[in-house]
């Protein structure tokens, strides 16, 4: 299983922050990779329209998240604009963030 | 407005102005007398058609929010470290600092922009009547960003180990709510040229509301968005330059400001909307190069004339940088005239960052 987070929008384009994370089965321990797969899981990630959200009229420097999962030969990909409304798309977001701050 | 006064010649009536006007010119007496009349009711006709429509949205709302003009209605909302843009109130109009650095930050920030656009165009609120002006602080955790929802401003603490919290920089909160502004006025589309108009315009104003409540001149100014953003391990200044756009910062984890200062370095890119945080360095450098020449104050002359461009009618939503250059030039002619120094400094500016409008 491999996921990938990319980040984009925001106040400001900055490189450093733009630039995709990924984690997986492979960097991950047995025990973050099954945390991980039951965000995935609660959220119905493979189930998701490719596109959740959509900036209201005259909204500006909004974040939009993009993640990528590639599992068991399926492969998804979710474009979300902020504000996410979902707790279960909320809760593998933040933990795709907080990942994303550590590998930076 | 008697029946007698709004009666039209039937033939007229039908006939395009073009042929009225040759009409009018080119007839004979009687003919000559009926088609100058019509023209004039003609026109009466539609001076009338046009401020019913334009009276027509303001008739169908209810009362605006604030009855005293030149004072904000402001309330700042608490979001608990979740996206929920709803969150507690903890702040509202006339009460006193909270001891919340970003409460009291937010509230203070939003009536130093309030006070600008009233002190400096007469302009009430966010839409010129009295629009309440919203808030929310703690959003999300570790959210390295402030961002506009088309209502209220969303404001987060930062990282605490790139960011600092982001209502630390007064001309931040400038920018988001000057994205109302925008939207008010001129709706630009947000991709592309017209997107980092829209960025710059919310950088110029932004900047502005902090110059104004510092009383400082553009020469003395730092021209800079998002000052004391960065933490002090992030090798930079700000997020954006005006005076230098590309040199705000240059870190090894954040990488090098990609804003380009002239339109030969313009960034093609679908990225970021299309490059509107990072093309609007062309735009912005545009408008230091005029504020700084004409010097002084900068909201009283540069800030003024784009003021008035983007509350210009012609100003279309998909408008490109020489389409806005065009109308600052216009707006000068207009204020100060064809042949002044302002004029001067406007062709000057656009030209030296690569748009060439005379």
Same mark, same amino acid.
């Given at each position: ?104 | ?15 395009? &102005? ?78 006193? &600092? ?261």
């Amino acid at each position: 299983m491999q996921v990938q987070l990319k980040m984009e929008g925001g106040l400001a384009y900055i490189p450093g922050l733009s630039k995709p994370i990924m984690i997986g089965s492979e960097t991950l321990s047995t025990q973050e990779t099954a945390k991980l797969k039951q965000l995935l899981d609660t959220a119905h990630f493979f189930d998701l329209p490719s596109v959740i959200g959509t900036p209201a009229p005259g909204a500006a420097d909004y974040r939009q998240y993009i993640i990528t999962v590639d599992e068991d030969g399926k492969h998804h990909t979710v474009r979300m604009v902020e504000p996410i409304e979902d707790p279960n798309l909320q809760a593998l977001l933040t933990y795709l963030k907080t990942w994303r701050q550590t590998i930076r | 407005m008697s029946k007698r006064e709004i009666s039209r010649h039937t033939a007229f009536c039908i006939l395009p &102005p073009h042929i009225i006007h040759s009409i009018a010119q080119n007839g004979t007496s009687g003919q000559r007398k009926r088609a100058l009349q019509n023209l004039g009711t003609d026109h009466t006709f539609r001076a009338f058609r046009t401020t019913h429509n334009l009276l027509a949205p303001i008739q169908t709302q209810g009362p605006t929010p604030l009855i005293t003009e030149g004072h904000p209605q402001r309330t700042i909302f608490n979001a608990h470290h979740t996206s929920n843009l709803s969150g507690d109130i903890v702040r509202v109009e006339g009460t006193d &600092p909270t001891g919340d650095p970003a409460v009291d930050e937010a509230y203070d920030g939003l009536g130093a922009t309030y006070q600008f656009y009233w002190e400096a165009y007469q302009r009430n609120s966010i839409n010129d009547e009295g629009l309440k002006l919203d808030a929310i602080v703690h959003y999300d955790v570790d959210y390295d960003n402030a961002f506009w929802n088309g209502e209220s401003m969303a404001f987060g603490d930062g990282d605490g180990d790139l960011f600092n919290r982001f209502t630390i920089s007064l001309d931040v909160i400038g920018h988001e709510l000057t994205h109302g502004v925008t939207e008010d006025e001129a709706k630009l589309v947000y991709m592309y040229q017209p997107g980092a108009l829209n960025e710059s315009i919310s950088d110029v104003f932004g900047s502005l509301v902090k110059q104004f409540k510092l009383q400082q001149t553009a020469d003395q100014a730092d021209w800079l968005i998002g000052q004391g953003l960065f933490t002090a391990k992030v090798k930079g200044e700000a997020l954006r330059s005006m005076k230098a756009p590309g040199t705000a910062y240059d870190d090894a984890v954040l990488g090098k400001d990609p804003q380009p200062m002239h339109m030969r370095d313009i960034v093609h890119t679908s990225q970021d909307n299309g490059g509107v945080h990072i093309n609007s360095g062309i735009p912005n450098h545009a408008f230091y190069l005029v504020a700084t020449k004409l010097g002084g104050h900068a909201w009283e002359k540069a800030g003024r004339i784009w003021y008035e461009t983007i509350r210009d009618p012609r100003l279309r939503a998909t408008a490109s940088f020489r389409a806005f250059a065009l109308l600052t030039a216009a707006n000068t002619d207009r204020l100060y005239g064809h042949s002044s120094p302002e004029r001067q400094a406007i062709i000057e500016a656009w030209k030296k960052v690569g748009i060439k409008i005379s």
